[in-house]
């Protein structure tokens, strides 16, 4: 049976996995904000701790990162993204799986480096960012 729970970068279900009875049938994927970058950042108090309390038992996942925009939408590259953020700043937002996140680091880091200013909006995971940016309410993704 598959439980899922959303919320927390994770840590909702990983709590669950590692204070719920150990009947060696819990399990669950282990992803970028509460094993890489939760420790990292100051004064987050995490209620497990992801070395302790779980154990890892395969790698099955390995990752690419990329930029999505709506089908519908007016950026067709990374550089007509940029130059529509700089020719209003502030008004294009993208959706993240939470604050903290590696998508929300990662977009972070990218308006920096491109100058532009871009609102993000906390999801409870990817799947209903991903939603809105089908339906149009949110710009990238």
Known sequence: MVENRSGANGMIAFEAIAKGKTDRHRAGPVHDRPNGVSPVL???VL?????RDLRP?????????GIAVPKNSPYKTLADLIAGA???PGSLNYGHSGIGSLQHLATEWLA??????IQGIAY????PAVLD???GRIDLV
Not at 47 to 51: Q, R, V, Y
């Open 42 to 44: 100051p004064g987050l």
């Open 47 to 51: 209620p497990i701790d992801m070395n």
């Open 57 to 65: 038992v395969a790698r099955f996942v390995q990752a690419n990162w």
């Open 86 to 88: 700089k020719a209003k």
């Open 112 to 117: 920096v480096k491109a100058g532009i200013k």
């Open 124 to 127: 409870r995971g990817t799947g």
């Open 133 to 135: 940016l089908m339906g």
